[in-house]
Nanobody, 114 residues
Framework: QVQLVESGGGLVQAGGSLRLSCAAS????????MGWYRQAPGKQRELVAT???????NYADSVKGRFTISVDNAKNTVYLQMNSLKPEDTGVYYC????????WGQGTQVTVSS
């Protein structure tokens, strides 16, 4: 069982930055992959960025060069640094963890104003 708690969302102007955090209830060493997904109003949830236990990174094309995913193993926390934010980045951002099951956080709202 893995519980995920996100934080760090908020309202920011276009061009600004935010850092999202996702704290896991257990060591991330036992987790195959962690990542961030987002869901905009009226749209399906989509992948933003993932990091595997081996350190392999994967980003959506729309965020490459602007967002960075990282993990602090000592804090069992995964981060999403978001720079050069655009209005189209607006949505609810969900933390995701994969073991033999999938786990989701409750989501944190990110709103980018133009």
């Amino acid at each position: 069982q893995v519980q995920l708690v996100e934080s760090g969302g908020g309202l920011v102007q276009a061009g600004g930055s935010l850092r999202l955090s996702c704290a896991a209830s257990r060591s991330v060493f036992g987790i195959n992959a962690m990542g961030w997904y987002r869901q905009a109003p009226g749209k399906q949830r989509e992948l933003v960025a993932t990091i595997s236990r081996g350190g392999r990174l994967n980003y959506a094309d729309s965020v490459k060069g602007r967002f960075t995913i990282s993990v602090d193993n000592a804090k069992n926390t995964v981060y999403l640094q978001m720079n050069s934010l655009k209005p189209e980045d607006t949505g609810v951002y969900y933390c995701h963890a994969e073991t033999s099951r999938e786990y989701w956080g409750q989501g944190t709202q990110v709103t980018v104003s133009s």
